[in-house]
């Protein structure tokens, strides 16, 4: 539902907001394909198929084929999400990767050992230092998962679950028979409890160290410090306009097609998109500008604009700030030294 980014969620499906100029789910999308999987299904919720689907087609471009799949229910939990796709599973094993987390070491160690250690799950494993929020396993003296538990008050260590999980087709039977799964005090079917019922049933369940760091942008300042981690790892010089002679350059810099770029000073890491006006301005570092986007006589720095957004001669430093598509921000007669904004689509400010 992406509650924790409204309001830009009101209008946007937090899926496609970019983070260092690609949509979030291209992440998620560019990772399982890259273990060599070729069909994905996308779970959706009521009424959200259509914006998804016209934006990633049938998974051509990556080299997969999509199916879609309706969650009717879009508080059902994370184990329903893989109920709903049963059919679409067809007896084989999965792995479920959630939309809106990033992998920045990819998964292709947890996709080897799945393939030929063939446990019944497999729970991938990060280190957080608020594994408080998060599910978080029990250990036995020999190493063996024993428990998985959401949200522990006290855990044992610092290791907690992100959004990546792996089951073979036996994890179906958890949701059938007198002792089958049921929905948490807060109504949703947990993914600790399908992991629970296999390793209650003697299944084995193995766990694996993630390799790369593990990104989980769901609120506002954790989007920004994803926008930064991306693009100080990722970003390299690649310059696809003819820029003019006043164009300083500091830094690793992206910078699209069609761009017209004047009299302006450049700092990376920054990654600019197709399209882009910048005048008389100075842009990063540490900043995601999306196609389309206007610049004129101002200053942004570790911020994220989506795209078609207008900045025109805004006195104030723009800083920490995360700017919807088709905002128009203009300078008032006040003045400050720099200003935070959280900003829906369609909005126009005044500064």
Not at 183 to 197: D, H, K, L, T, V
Request: aromatic share 8%; charged share 20%; hydrophobic share 35%.
């Amino acid at each position: 539902m992406g509650t924790r980014m409204r309001p830009l969620t009101f209008t946007a499906n937090k899926h496609l907001i970019p983070v260092a100029n690609k949509p979030l789910i291209l992440y998620a999308i560019e990772t399982v394909a890259d273990t060599g999987i070729k069909e994905i299904a996308l779970t959706y919720n009521p009424g959200g198929l259509d914006i998804i689907k016209n934006f990633l087609g049938d998974g051509s471009k990556w080299g997969v084929k999509f199916t879609y799949i309706l969650q009717e229910n879009p508080r059902g939990g994370l184990s329903n999400i893989f109920q709903v796709c049963e059919d679409f599973i067809g007896g084989d094993n999965f792995l479920m990767h959630l939309g809106d987390n990033i992998f920045t070491g990819g998964i292709q160690n947890l996709y080897d050992h799945f393939m030929k250690k063939k446990p019944h799950g497999l729970v991938g494993l990060v280190h957080h230092p608020e594994n408080t929020r998060l599910g978080v396993p029990y250990f036995d003296e020999e190493g063996h998962l024993v428990k998985y538990v959401e949200k522990p008050e006290n855990p044992p260590h610092d290791y907690a679950v992100p959004g990546l999980y792996f089951f073979d087709n036996i994890i179906f039977k958890c949701f059938k028979g007198k002792d089958k799964i049921v929905p948490s005090a807060r109504g949703e079917m947990e993914i600790a409890s399908a992991y629970q019922w296999l390793i209650d049933h003697k299944y084995q369940v193995d766990t694996l160290e993630i390799e790369g760091a593990w990104l989980d942008p769901g609120k506002v300042q954790d989007w920004l410090e994803a926008n930064l981690f991306l693009l100080d790892l990722n970003t390299k010089t690649k310059i696809n306009s003819n820029l003019d002679k006043t164009v300083r350059i500091h830094g690793r810099v992206t910078i699209g097609k069609n761009c017209n770029i004047t009299n302006s000073h450049l700092k990376g890491p920054l990654n600019i998109g197709d399209n882009v006006t910048i005048t008389n301005s100075t842009v990063g570092p540490f900043t995601s500008v999306y196609h389309n986007c206007m610049i004129i006589d101002s200053t942004i720095t570790d911020s994220v604009l989506m795209e078609s957004v207008i900045i025109d001669k805004v006195r104030k430093n723009i800083e920490n700030s995360i700017i919807g598509p088709n905002t128009n921000i203009s300078q008032s007669d006040h003045s400050e030294h720099y200003c935070e904004l959280l900003v829906s689509e369609l909005s126009k400010i005044s500064l």
